[in-house]
């Protein structure tokens, strides 16, 4: 492999939860100076910093975009660039391909990408009110009072008829995520267990989803560190993650107009992925794919051929992506699980996956020989079906 | 619901939208390639010409998912639970998402996936207030 070519050499992470004390500028600094660290760079060697956007608030989302960080880093005239990339949950996935393209054709050496949300402090109504004027043609299908939480609905409705899922196969998805948000310190859930039973007595919140299948909105804050793979020897890196494949699909702008609701773009997003790999979804160690509902999951596990069409949320129900399984699955414990961290979501998912590849998720949730990841996000109404193939490789 | 986002748009929201409250569903026809478009748009998003107008949209479409809103919903949705929302196609590919009327029970348990529903207006306040197409189960 060359030395251009970009890979993870470090990251950070605060823990996701309810955290009113801890500010959205703090937490950003504080993950950020933790990545750099741990990726043996000082601060004043980061030349790029690529933001991903926070949904809490408005004022705080102009600061990321008027460049408050490198001021509060302390990078005032260190950095050539800063700015965002913004395509709601999947925007970890587009930023590293930025990120990797900048250091690939030599515009970046060391990229530092920065995430922080807070909406588990902030008013739930005005988020869910945010979350449902956005990503729905206000003028045409608003009206029709879809929520958030129906756009799920409508993905799960559609998952359970076309595969024949039972409510109890859906809901161990939702269990499955716990048990290894139980392995996470970082996890909001990281203490409460949960049953399908449990799932099954929580109220029908919308028609087939009920409360324990919602994911609960947090705060939480996540960066990595990208340098090129030359770079990273010289930093005397031993082990590195590098990107093995991508791809991609745009499927609808409104969840009204997505053609195929129970799958979404995952069918289309994956074979180039595993084309530029070399390796295929049998070959896969670990998957960290978004998982704001559970059928968002199955979708995706399915699209990306890691389960065979329709069956996965029955294996779920077997515990083959649970701890132990045959393909351990959203390993933090997803959005469900771990915390919605907003747009961080899926940031989050991927900072597991690169953890996972580098070795370092502890002695309990550590995938043992974990080189191989299949990573997703999904942003929006699930506009879009974003696919990072990661390999954990020697530097 | 009018904002600085909905600048201009009444040109092409109004027909629409005046066509539900006289109890009628139009979708937006391209007439320089001859098809169906929904939502509306500003150019047909086949051919990018914008010979575009409205014509009646079939009565009888296919469900294609739905979701009952039992607990929560958008500000100014509160007492229109429980409500359910639908993802309709019709004929002549095009979709878009509907409020659904109870079934004979009151509920939404008899409407299937992949099942025949029908265009059926709500009333005139109802569509001055929230223009969207109402569709129900067959009589």
Redesign the interface.
């Known amino acids: 492999m060359s030395d251009t070519e970009p890979v993870f050499i470090g990251f950070g992470e605060q823990p996701s939860g309810r955290y009113p004390n801890r500010p959205f500028m703090g937490d950003l600094v504080r993950v950020g100076a933790a990545a750099v660290k741990d990726a043996d760079l000082t601060m004043g060697e980061i030349d790029t910093i690529l933001l991903i956007p926070c949904l809490h608030s408005p004022a705080d989302q102009a600061d990321l975009v008027f460049s408050r960080v490198v001021e509060e880093l302390g990078l005032n005239k260190k950095v050539k660039a800063q700015y965002m990339v913004h395509s709601g949950g999947s925007t970890s996935d587009n930023t590293i391909r930025t990120a990797a393209g900048l250091i690939e054709s030599g515009q970046a050496k060391n990229v530092l990408v920065l995430q922080a949300e807070k909406w588990g402090s902030a008013p739930v109504?005005e988020m869910?009110?945010m979350l449902?004027?956005n990503g729905?043609?206000?003028?045409?299908?608003?009206?029709?009072?879809?929520?958030f939480?129906?756009?799920g609905?409508?993905?799960q409705?559609?998952y359970m008829?076309e595969s024949g899922s039972t409510p109890a196969d859906m809901a161990s998805v939702c269990v499955a995520l716990r048990d290894w948000a139980n392995l996470n310190p970082n996890a909001m859930y990281k203490d409460k267990k949960l049953t399908v039973e449990q799932v099954l007595g929580s109220?029908?919140?919308?028609?087939?989803?009920r409360?324990f299948e919602c994911p609960m909105l947090a705060d939480g804050a996540c960066a990595l560190v990208l340098t090129s793979r030359g770079n990273a020897r010289k930093l005397g890196k031993d082990r590195v993650v590098r990107i093995a494949g991508e791809g991609g699909c745009v499927s609808h702008y409104?969840?009204?107009?997505?053609?195929e609701?129970?799958k979404l773009g995952w069918e289309i997003a994956g074979p180039a992925a595993y084309e530029a790999a070399g390796w295929g979804p049998e070959d896969a160690d670990i998957a960290e794919i978004y998982d704001s509902y559970a059928a968002v999951l199955t979708s995706g596990i399915e699209g990306l051929g890691l389960a065979p069409k329709g069956e996965a949320a029955r294996m779920f129900a077997r515990g083959e992506f649970s701890p132990g399984g045959r393909l351990p699955t959203n390993t933090n414990g997803g959005l469900l699980s771990a915390g919605h961290t907003g747009v961080g979501g899926g940031t989050a998912l991927l900072t597991e996956g690169v953890r996972q590849l580098l070795g370092r998720a502890g002695p309990e949730r550590q995938v043992e020989g974990a080189t191989r990841a299949v990573c997703g996000g999904s942003g929006g109404t699930y506009m879009d079906s974003q696919v990072l193939l990661l390999e954990g490789v020697s530097a | 619901?009018s904002s600085s986002?909905?600048i201009g748009?009444d040109a092409?929201?109004e027909p629409?939208r005046e066509a539900l409250r006289r109890g009628e569903f139009v979708v937006q026809h391209c007439k320089a390639c001859n098809r169906d478009i929904m939502?509306?748009r500003h150019l047909c998003p086949f051919c990018y010409e914008d010979d575009l107008s409205f014509t009646p949209g079939a009565t009888t479409g296919i469900l294609?998912?739905?979701?009952?809103?039992?607990?929560?919903?958008?500000?100014?949705?509160e007492d229109?639970l429980p409500?359910a929302?639908g993802?309709i196609k019709l004929e002549g590919d095009v979709?878009?998402?509907?409020?659904l009327w109870p079934d004979a029970e009151g509920d939404?348990g008899q409407y299937e996936?992949?099942g025949e529903v029908v265009f059926r207006a709500a009333d005139a306040d109802e569509m001055a207030e929230?223009?969207?197409p109402w569709f129900g189960l067959p009589a």
Do not use: C
């Open positions: 109504k869910i009110d449902t004027a729905i043609p206000r003028e045409w299908e608003k009206q029709s009072g879809v929520s939480n129906a756009v609905a409508l993905i409705q559609r008829h109220k029908m919140v919308t028609d087939p989803i409360a409104s969840i009204g107009q997505e053609r609701v129970g | 619901m986002n909905d748009m092409l929201t629409y939502y509306p294609h998912s739905f979701a009952v809103h039992r607990v929560g919903s958008p500000s100014g949705f229109q409500y929302v993802i979709q878009f998402l509907a409020r939404w996936l992949d929230r223009p969207v």
